[in-house]
């Protein structure tokens, strides 16, 4: 079965630590791919999107995901964490003619 | 431009009980779509809807219904709630980008208890 892997459950950051966050996906063919972000209270909101070109994608306040298809891998990154970006962090894939994949979600708590 | 609503935001349910959770997009999007958000299991599909008049299971539709009522708006019943159907309910929206991207938009949520 397809399936959306996201490595790290629960992250715990200083604010100004970097962040990496893994996400692997099953599929072989062509895929879409997705970061979406829950801050407390909230409904998911787009981070960034891949749909083809620069496998570097650049997402609002500052993360960026870098797809790399060798490693069927799409992790996301921010070189200094705020506070504000506690929050609930999903990667999801799409592939033509099937729903959209959600992973289990990684939980980032940043300390100031 | 509201996006995607959803009513209500909250309620309690006891066993047995009946209930329909309503969504609305006003983006002309073709496709909307049901989760279930629960604790350590992201976002579980219960159904979706690619375009209006056709609906599709997802990965967890039993216990629920759904109806597509036109181009807007697509329900979720609970015929006869169970605590195991305690959740966060999500409705999003979505249009094939050019890209043949999916990128999907969410509403703020029913969180759902039944007792």
């Known amino acids: 079965a397809q399936s959306v892997s996201q490595h790290n459950h629960h992250v715990i950051l200083s604010e100004a630590a970097s962040l990496e966050l893994g996400c692997n996906y099953s599929?072989?063919?062509?895929?879409?791919l997705f970061w979406y972000v829950q801050y407390p209270g909230q409904h998911l909101q787009l981070l960034l999107k891949?749909?083809?070109?620069?496998?570097l994608v650049k997402g609002i306040k500052g993360f960026e995901a870098e797809f790399i298809k060798s490693k069927f891998s799409f992790n996301l990154r921010k070189p200094s964490v705020q506070w504000s970006d506690t929050a609930e962090y999903f990667c999801?894939?799409?592939?033509?003619?099937?729903?959209?994949?959600f992973g289990k979600g990684t939980t980032l708590s940043v300390s100031s | 431009n509201a996006g995607v609503t959803q009513t209500p935001k909250f309620q309690v349910l006891k066993t047995g009980q009946s209930m329909t959770l309503q969504c609305a997009q006003d983006?002309?999007?073709?496709?909307m779509y049901w989760y279930r958000q629960d604790p350590g299991m992201g976002l579980r599909l219960i159904y979706y809807?690619?375009?209006?008049?056709?609906?599709d299971k997802g990965e967890v539709p039993n216990g629920y219904n759904v109806s597509r009522l036109n181009k807007r708006e697509f329900s979720l019943r609970l015929e006869s709630a169970a605590p195991s159907q305690t959740s966060v309910y999500f409705c999003?929206?979505?249009?094939?980008?050019?890209?043949?991207?999916?990128?999907?938009?969410f509403g703020p949520g029913t969180r759902l208890t039944v007792t």
């Open positions: 999003a929206s979505s249009e094939l980008s050019a890209r043949g991207g999916n990128e999907q938009y």
């Open positions: 983006m002309n999007h073709n496709s």
């Open positions: 809807s690619a375009s209006e008049g056709t609906t």
């Open positions: 891949y749909f083809s070109g620069d496998p």
């Open positions: 599929y072989g063919g062509t895929v879409n």
């Open positions: 999801a894939v799409h592939q033509a003619g099937t729903a959209l994949i």
